[in-house]
């Protein structure tokens, strides 16, 4: 998963950032419907600010970390055809700026 910090971020501009280490698929899983990613994600975040930018996030996944993660989060559900677009990337600047 460390690919992100080696090939986009220096293409981009950005410092390293710190990488999610997903489990295996399956371990752990919450209720139906919920994202295998969800529970790792607010575990890890463990109350910090995160944004999340995924072609799978539904609305059990935004009521999850609602419930669960008491700081700013943003799950953010792309386009799976369109992938991330100028718009998604102004959503996400603008909830940086507003959030943190």
Do not use: Y
């Not at 489990?23 to 790792?40: I, N, Q």
Request: glycine share 10%.
């Amino acid at each position: 998963m460390e690919e992100a910090n080696e090939v986009v971020a220096p293409r981009i501009g950005l410092p390293l950032l710190p990488v999610v280490e997903w489990p295996d698929v399956g371990a752990g899983e919450g209720p139906r419907g919920l994202h295998w990613k969800t529970r790792p994600l607010v575990e890890w975040a463990d109350g910090r600010p995160f944004i999340w930018v995924d072609d799978e996030i539904s609305g059990m996944d935004r009521q999850w970390v609602a419930a669960g993660h008491p700081g700013p989060s943003l799950l953010h559900r792309v386009d799976p055809v369109k992938g991330l677009t100028d718009a998604d990337f102004s959503i996400l600047a603008t909830w940086l700026c507003t959030a943190l």
